[in-house]
């Protein structure tokens, strides 16, 4: 009895197991036309001063409103994007709607858009970055690339890739610092603008010591090597003040805001005071 119990649970785990291939199929096809059926939308993250709160740019974050399945992560969806290669077409959408956006924003904000290595291996990503500044008549400074680890793991000719972006004047940063292998010999390899210490690291500053000194250790080797950190992930004041000690100049969390659209992006930044002398507006915490 209890055997034939053992063997009916294998079959509904293996009913499950193929649902689950069958939705990664069908999740994969409708991906491949997401971006002409318009279902695809920006959101944005505002990247703080620490030390005023004044706004300093924003990150675009995607967001799939699929039709019946509602609005998915892209921690989700990315990864199914990559393994079929919809990412590269996903990102240019990605690309072009951020600087478009970014085009009506006062100059010296910056637009930070994510990068996968699928993209950064395509042949035409360099031109197609340097055609849409152009398009959208964004200086190059204005826009940051983040970029993980796996993106450098996955992309043998990264560093010629990323000195041509340089080239065109646009930002890099490493992405997700830290909770990689390697990320140490990256930074000696090549150069970044920015390291954004991920939020795993930035939220254990709180309980654990050991965090809050590796923090402050790489914000020391970051000044070293010309690179700004930011600090994501963000939650409270006690975090905020936390990584202002341990030196970061740049943070990023649901304490200033969660992503928003381009239209409350163009508000947060009226009620920011950009243009006069006006700090972020103080968190809401609610959101
Ligand atoms: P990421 O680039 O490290 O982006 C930061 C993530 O942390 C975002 O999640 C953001 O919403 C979240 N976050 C920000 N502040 C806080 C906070 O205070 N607390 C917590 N718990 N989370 C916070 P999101 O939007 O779900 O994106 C997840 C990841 O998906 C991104 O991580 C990035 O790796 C990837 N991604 C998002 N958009 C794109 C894209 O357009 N292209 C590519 N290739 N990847 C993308
Ligand atoms: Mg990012
Ligand atoms: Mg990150
Ligand atoms: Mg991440």
């Known amino acids: 009895c209890a055997k034939s119990g053992g063997g009916d649970r294998i079959v509904v785990a293996s009913r499950e197991f193929r649902s689950q291939l069958e939705q990664r199929r069908l999740l994969q096809r409708d991906l491949a036309s997401a971006v002409a059926r318009g279902e695809f939308q920006t959101v ?3 990247i703080v001063e620490v030390g005023n709160l004044r706004a300093h740019g924003f990150e675009t974050l995607l967001r799939w409103d699929h039709p019946d399945l509602g609005r998915l992560s892209p921690d989700f969806f990315i990864p199914l994007a990559e393994e079929n290669g919809a990412i590269v077409e996903i ?30 291996g395509d042949r035409a990503f360099v031109a197609h970055v340097r055609q849409s500044l152009l398009r959208h008549a964004v200086a190059p400074h204005r826009l940051i690339l983040e970029i993980t680890e796996t993106v450098l793991i996955r992309n043998g000719n990264a560093k010629s890739v990323l000195d041509e ?11 997700d610092f830290g909770t990689g292998y390697a990320s140490m010999g990256y930074l000696r390899q090549y150069r970044f603008d920015k390291i954004k210490i991920d939020k795993s690291f930035v939220s254990t500053m709180v309980d654990e010591g050991k965090s809050a000194a590796i923090v402050r250790a790489i ?14 992930g963000i939650e409270t004041e006690e975090l905020l003040a936390l990584v202002g000690d341990a030196g ?15 239209l409350q992006t163009t508000l947060f930044i009226e009620r920011s005071g950009w243009g006069g002398v006006a700090a972020v507006p103080r968190p809401q915490l609610a959101a």
């Open 248 to 262: 970061c100049q740049l943070g990023q969390g649901y304490l200033f805001a969660r992503p928003m659209s381009a």
């Open 44 to 46: 944005f993250q505002p």
């Open 91 to 120: 990102g240019r959408f990605v690309l072009d709607r951020a600087l478009s956006i970014a085009a009506n924003w006062p100059d010296p904000l910056t637009v930070s858009v994510n990068v996968s290595a699928l993209q950064l």
């Open 165 to 175: 972006l340089r080239a065109l004047g646009v930002g890099i940063a490493l992405d």
């Open 219 to 232: 914000c020391g080797l970051a000044r070293d090597i010309s690179a700004t950190v930011v600090a994501e």
